[in-house]
């Protein structure tokens, strides 16, 4: 099911000065605009939701309708997204966008040679048991609950694990877009 397209603002709730992203967005072009999300999530239907959605008259608004926009990811939407991201503990090369976010994001597991050594061990057991990349959302969390996480999520099926994964993907699509919004 769609999310409601947003609604215009009331008189008395006068939207606030859109930021340079957000004003951006609005008026770019509709592929322009799609490439703008891509390093927030690369779920094509994802993006191409919110593109058809615009304008949104504050970062709010444009937020609320990311987070619903294309529910239940697909199996193959949720591949196609794990390619682009690193195994937790790893940091992804490069001065993109998205290497910039994930850098950023796992900060809390940087330069920690122990927890290191035990995230590669986890991630080569989650991938051997569940065929992806074990995808958590790094940020705000600390190297210890996240090796937790890995730990508990190792019990899964590969079925449990999809919604799980779908889930951490929005999460991280949500934060890095409003990363993009905040001046």
Same mark, same amino acid.
């Given at each position: 099911m769609r999310p409601e397209p947003h609604s215009e603002?009331?008189?008395e709730s006068a939207p606030e000065p859109a930021p340079a992203f957000l004003a951006t967005f609005n008026t770019a072009g509709y592929a322009e605009a799609e490439d703008m999300l891509r390093p927030c999530l690369d779920i094509q239907r994802w993006c191409n939701e919110i593109a058809a959605a615009r304008p949104f008259a504050t970062p709010g608004e444009l937020l609320s309708f990311a987070e619903l926009a294309a529910p239940d990811f697909t199996e193959? !939407? *949720?591949? /196609?997204? +794990?390619?682009?991201?690193?195994r937790i503990g790893e940091r992804l090369a490069g001065a993109g966008a998205e290497a910039t976010f994930s850098?950023?994001?796992?900060a809390s597991?940087?330069?920690?040679?122990d927890v290191q050594e035990r995230l590669a061990a986890?991630?080569?057991?989650?991938?051997d048991k569940h065929g992806?990349?074990?995808?958590i959302r790094?940020?705000?969390?600390?190297?210890? !609950? *996240?090796? /937790?996480? +890995?730990q508990e999520r190792?019990?899964?099926t590969p079925e449990e694990e999809v919604p799980l994964i779908a889930g951490q993907l929005r999460d991280i699509a949500i934060l890095r877009l409003e990363g993009l919004l905040t001046p």
């Open positions: 603002p009331t008189p193959a !939407e *949720i591949d /196609a997204a +794990l390619a682009h991201h690193p850098r950023g994001e796992q597991v940087a330069g920690l040679d986890g991630n080569r057991a989650y991938e992806r990349v074990f995808l790094a940020a705000g969390r600390s190297a210890e !609950e *996240i090796l /937790a996480n +890995l190792l019990g899964h």
